[in-house]
């Protein structure tokens, strides 16, 4: 059984401050990783994708992934409300031609101004 | 394009009724994913195509759901006497088939069985 964990949260966090969200996974063979923002009652819409150790940017996003602990993590810089949500981690395993993510049950953030 | 589409936004029915969802991927995109989703929860996946073909599907899928991907463009999705614990929120996804490829979400479908 493939397990993705979060912390269900609410994280609470003032605007402008950075937001960290942390994600393990359980199975090692694990080789792409990816975080979902899913604002209340729509649809979960890409953030990052992250398929080597180390970190990977984008404006104020950045994820980091570190294989050998099997967890993966969204760092939220300068933190706005409208990044209030809740992210979901995914995760996949590449080999055996399965192409079908495990998502954790998401970490519900708040910032407040 | 616009993205992936679905249709019905909302469905609310009766227990023991069939329903019915769509989904239309991105154009270019040859594989198609159905989740549900109930609150709290993250998407849980039932089944996946690439093109035509039905590849995958869960085990914890019960006989009662249905889909297909007639000439590999749209895809539906059926149950047949609905539950209430049918009701979730039903997710499409759509992806390029690239071996690192993303998956990109339609709107979905929220469903009530009364």
């Known amino acids: 059984q493939k397990e993705v964990e979060q912390n269900s949260g609410p994280l609470s966090v003032p605007e402008g401050a950075i937001a960290s969200l942390n994600c393990t996974y359980s199975?090692?063979?694990?080789?792409?990783f990816f975080w979902y923002r899913q604002y209340s009652g729509k649809s979960p819409e890409l953030i990052m994708s992250?398929?080597?150790?180390g970190d990977k940017e984008d404006g104020r996003f950045t994820a980091q992934l570190n294989k050998a602990s099997q967890y993966v993590s969204l760092l939220i810089r300068d933190s706005q409300p409208s990044d209030s949500a809740t992210y979901l981690c995914?995760?996949?395993?590449?080999?055996?031609?399965?192409?079908?993510?495990?998502f954790g049950r998401g970490t519900s953030l708040i910032v407040h101004p | 394009d616009t993205g992936v589409s679905q249709n019905p936004r909302h469905k609310i029915t009766k227990r023991g009724q069939n329903v019915t969802f769509r989904c239309d991927p991105i154009s270019e995109h040859n594989r198609l994913y159905w989740y549900r989703q109930t609150l709290g929860q993250g998407p849980e996946f039932l089944t996946y195509?690439?093109?035509?073909?039905?590849?995958?599907k869960s085990r914890l899928l019960s006989d009662r759901f249905s889909a297909e991907r007639p000439k590999g463009s749209f895809s539906t999705l059926e149950i047949q006497r609905t539950e209430q614990g049918d009701s979730a929120m039903y997710l499409c996804?759509?992806?390029?088939?690239?071996?690192?490829?993303?998956?990109?979400f339609g709107p979905g479908t929220r469903l009530t069985v009364l």
């Open positions: 995914a995760v996949r395993e590449e080999g055996g031609g399965s192409y079908i993510p495990t």
């Open positions: 195509f690439q093109n035509e073909a039905q590849l995958e």
């Open positions: 996804a759509s992806s390029l088939g690239a071996v690192r490829d993303e998956q990109f």
């Open positions: 199975d090692r063979g694990s080789q792409s």
């Open positions: 992250i398929y080597s150790n």
